[in-house]
């Protein structure tokens, strides 16, 4: 998928492949296309949109690829975590910076599943870390933690 030219090639090429690897794989190339690919053994859908926003969590959009999800929701409060994070992009489309994102991804609203979570019993789920990625300059930001802990390192690669 990497040495693609455009997103919708890499989504062709993996349509190709015998037994792609299982996953979700948001592509994103230089003119913006946005390509979210769903992948389970039993079916694989491509999620597209040429403009604007789009968040990507841990689920199935695809109603095709989401009939076959093993735990119908694998991380709890997924949807609504998706929800809040899209409506967040959205209401900065077109002007959205690293920092943006950042405040973005330490969002504690939407309780008791937000954004950013804090486990308080080991049964609970907490975020331990987050990425953004900007590849036309080769740049990566972790945070090792929770992202409202700002403890974002950055990473250029070569």
């Given at each position: 998928?990497?040495?693609?030219?455009?997103?919708?090639?890499?989504?062709?090429?993996v349509?190709?492949?015998?037994?792609?690897a299982?996953?979700?794989?948001?592509?994103?190339d230089?003119?913006?296309?946005i390509?979210?690919?769903?992948?389970?053994p039993?079916?694989?859908?491509?999620?597209?949109?040429?403009?604007?926003?789009?968040?990507?969590?841990?689920?199935c959009?695809?109603?095709?690829v989401?009939?076959?999800e093993?735990?119908?929701?694998?991380?709890?409060?997924?949807p609504?975590?998706?929800a809040r994070?899209?409506?967040?992009l959205?209401?900065a489309?077109?002007?959205?910076?690293?920092?943006?994102?950042?405040?973005?991804?330490?969002?504690?609203?939407?309780r008791?599943?937000?954004?950013?979570?804090?486990?308080?019993s080991?049964?609970?789920w907490?975020?331990?870390?987050?990425?953004?990625?900007?590849p036309?300059?080769?740049t990566?930001?972790?945070?090792?933690?929770p992202?409202?802990?700002?403890?974002?390192?950055?990473?250029?690669?070569?």
């Amino acid at each position: 998928m990497l040495e693609c030219a455009s997103a919708d090639e890499a989504a062709e090429h993996v349509k190709t492949m015998d037994g792609p690897a299982v996953g979700s794989f948001l592509l994103i190339d230089a003119a913006g296309r946005i390509r979210n690919l769903e992948i389970l053994p039993q079916a694989l859908a491509v999620v597209a949109r040429d403009r604007g926003v789009f968040a990507h969590a841990n689920h199935c959009l695809d109603p095709g690829v989401k009939a076959h999800e093993v735990e119908q929701l694998p991380s709890p409060g997924s949807p609504g975590r998706c929800a809040r994070m899209q409506a967040l992009l959205e209401s900065a489309a077109g002007r959205v910076t690293v920092e943006d994102i950042k405040r973005m991804l330490a969002d504690h609203a939407g309780r008791p599943k937000p954004l950013c979570r804090h486990a308080t019993s080991a049964a609970e789920w907490e975020t331990t870390s987050a990425l953004i990625a900007e590849p036309a300059s080769r740049t990566l930001h972790l945070s090792y933690g929770p992202p409202c802990e700002g403890r974002f390192s950055t990473y250029r690669l070569t």
